[in-house]
């Protein structure tokens, strides 16, 4: 039988990675969280680009690992980068059994981390006279793009918003700006911009100042370390581990 990763193997978080210091500092912010909760876990960060250390390098050294996309939905990064990434250290290092579990997203707790934000930012939450903009980094794959749009249907079923619609900052449509003009003129009586981004950096700026340029609101903040994503950090290394005992 395969030996697999057991329910202590290092958890590496692995980010796209950012020119913006301020991206690194919320990753490490959040992992920190993740040790506290955890003590005694070993928590590594990884950077698919911009920033060290990259997979193959925060698995030197290590025998076991459990590797943990920190993407908010499953795209060419999750299917392809990482993958490979695994591929190049796993070939390195023939002894290390590593697994890959799924992105972080979607989940009911990145939601509650999103209602979380919108508090902070001074949004009654559920208010039906608040539509809520939920503004994703978009992406050339339509299949993360339907993920951030589903997400957004389920929102809207489970509170009493005015409406929850999708906007993406890049590679899709509507824009964040695009969809705040719409709801407007649709006679919303508040907008709200909630992000569903990681971290500070190019596209956070982008949506804040396009989305209150275009009369929203309230742009909440991003995610960061919320709590909510320290428990499912947690929660997805627990079931990744499962799941490769499973195929064991």
Known sequence: ?????????????????SRDPRATATVEALLDGVRRARPGLDVRAAYLD????????????????????????????????????LREATGRTPR??????????????????LERRLSEAGVEIGDPDTAVVLVSAGSSDRRANATIAAVAREW???????????????????????????????????????PYLLAPGHFADMVERDALEAGAHAVAGVLGSAPEL????LE?????????????
């Open 236 to 248: 997805r290394h627990a079931q990744a581990v499962r799941a490769a005992s499973k195929a064991a």
């Open 230 to 233: 320290v428990a499912l950090l």
């Open 96 to 113: 290390l059994r590593a697994v890959c579990g799924p992105t972080l997203g979607p989940h009911p707790l990145l939601v509650r981390a």
């Open 50 to 85: 911009h920033a060290p250390p990259s997979l193959p390098q925060a698995l030197s050294g290590l025998d076991e690992a459990v590797v943990l996309p920190l993407l908010l939905t499953a795209a060419y990064h999750s299917r392809v980068d990482i993958p490979a990434a």
């Open 156 to 194: 809207a079923r489970t509170r009493p918003w005015w409406s929850v619609t999708p906007a993406y900052a890049s590679a899709a449509a509507p824009t964040p700006r695009d969809e705040v003009v719409r709801l407007t003129h649709a006679g919303a009586p508040k907008v709200v911009v909630a």
């Open 1 to 17: 039988m395969t030996t697999v990763p057991h329910t202590g193997a290092p958890l590496i978080a692995v980010a796209h990675g």
